[in-house]
């Protein structure tokens, strides 16, 4: 998957930083540097997991083919059932 831009509403920005301790900043170094896995749950809704610089990150975003945006729904630390799956795809 390819994404030229990452779109992220103030309202959920700051959603997603009181209730998950999650900087934007994290989000876009995720989503651009670390070439995370990606996986469909449903229509235009995916989730991406992968290594900002200091944790791993779980986003939830809308995906626009035609645009190519990613719109960031959701974010928090990755679980650990969730690190583990994302090293065995990294193999």
């Not at 700051?14 to 170094?29: G, M, P, T």
């Amino acid at each position: 998957m390819r994404i030229k831009a990452i779109k992220i509403t103030p309202e959920a920005a700051l959603k997603i930083f009181e209730r998950h301790s999650v900087l934007q900043e994290e989000l876009y170094e995720m989503l651009h540097d670390d070439a995370p896995e990606f996986r469909a749950v449903g229509g235009d809704q995916y989730v991406a997991i992968g290594l900002s610089a200091s944790r791993y990150i779980t986003i939830f975003f809308r995906y626009d083919e035609k645009t190519k945006e990613a719109e960031v729904t959701t974010a928090y630390p990755s679980p650990p059932s969730q690190i583990k799956s994302y090293k065995r795809m990294k193999k």
